[in-house]
């Protein structure tokens, strides 16, 4: 049996499509399918709307409702350990990644030796500013982070049951279920699609939400900022060392008369903007540390409710 884990957040108007493509989705797998919907505090009405439409429908589904908004990973990984297939897929609700791939993932995964299969973007249908900051981004994590991501990242994904189970033994905080996916390794397989235009509604990937997914990719794999900040700080103290030497012997050679009182703050503000730098790119791997020593729950289901006909 195949279990498509599906986070949901904000897509109240995308459901009836949903469900419709998930009903022939199940069709053509004669059946053999879980969908695990995971509510990840959304404020709208997903949560009513889904509980009303999987009572009428022969999909066999979970419906897991957080207690508040933990974010998508948290919420894949919670459907990851509430699905009871032996196969597993993860897809958006707004329907952007076509629900054919997910067919085609799980045909993968049935017929040739992998176990985990990744989805791909040929294009990008977004503004030419997003394009160029997503270029930029996984050009940057590609060559400094993780080599093995895809140019053009991932967003969709499927897997089996050992490699499910692997993943879920990553009880990590503030992280990226992307980048452990290919920490991980395993045998792997990366499959092409081309995005769909998003019909209903508007994404709830907001700029903090990037910004706070960039600093998680990057402080959680690997120690490059801090590397960088010790060169940086070297090559400083080396400058300030022959610009030290250099003001020395100008002021025994009366070159120097009056002292810069605007170099001197200068000098002081760049240097103390770059200790609070360095500061904060090491209190952030320190609180991160931190955050694992908690052991708090890494999602909360306030209920889950089962629908469709039982398991086999």
């Known amino acids: 049996m195949l279990t498509l884990v599906i986070p949901v957040y904000r897509n109240e108007d995308s459901i009836p499509d949903l469900l419709q493509a998930l009903r022939e989705l199940n069709r053509q797998l004669d059946g053999d399918l879980e969908v695990v919907f ?18 009428t429908e022969p999909l066999r589904s979970q ?15 919670m459907g990851l350990q509430l699905g009871q297939g032996d196969r597993f897929a993860v897809m958006a609700a707004d329907l952007q990644e076509p629900p ?4 085609e993932m799980n045909q993968v995964l049935l017929e ?5 299969v990744v989805g791909v973007r040929e294009s990008r249908d977004d503004p030419w500013p997003s394009r160029l900051a997503a270029k930029i981004f996984w050009g940057l994590y ?21 490699f499910r189970d692997t993943l879920l033994t990553l009880e ?41 997914y960039l600093m998680d990719s990057v402080f959680s794999f690997t120690d490059l900022p801090i590397r960088l900040l010790v060169r940086i700080g070297g090559g400083g103290a080396s400058l300030a060392a022959l610009f030290a030497v250099f003001v020395l012997f100008a002021r025994l050679h009366g070159m120097i008369e009056v002292p810069g009182y605007a170099m001197t703050m200068l000098m002081i503000t760049f240097l103390g903007c770059l200790n609070l730098l360095g500061l904060g790119i090491v209190g952030s ?13 890494l999602a909360i289901p306030m209920r889950i409710e089962h629908f469709g006909p039982e398991p086999q």
Request: proline share 5%; charged share 25%; with cysteine.
């Open 100 to 103: 054919q791939l997910v067919l």
């Open 38 to 55: 995971v509510i990840d505090g959304s404020p709208d009405r997903c949560y009513q709307i889904l509980r009303d439409g999987l009572a």
């Open 285 to 297: 791997y320190a609180w991160r540390a931190y955050e694992n020593t908690k052991n708090r729950p």
């Open 63 to 77: 419906l897991a409702l957080l207690s508040r908004n933990f974010g998508s990973f948290m919420a894949i990984r």
């Open 112 to 116: 040739r030796p992998v176990d985990v």
């Open 172 to 212: 990590e905080r503030h992280s990226s279920l992307v980048s452990q996916i290919f920490w991980l390794g395993y045998r792997r397989q990366v499959v092409s699609y081309v995005r769909q235009r998003r019909q209903h509604g508007r994404s709830a990937w907001t700029v903090r939400k990037k910004l706070n």
């Open 142 to 162: 590609r060559r400094y982070v993780v080599p093995e991501i895809p140019p053009g990242g991932v967003d969709i994904f499927a897997c089996n049951k050992a």
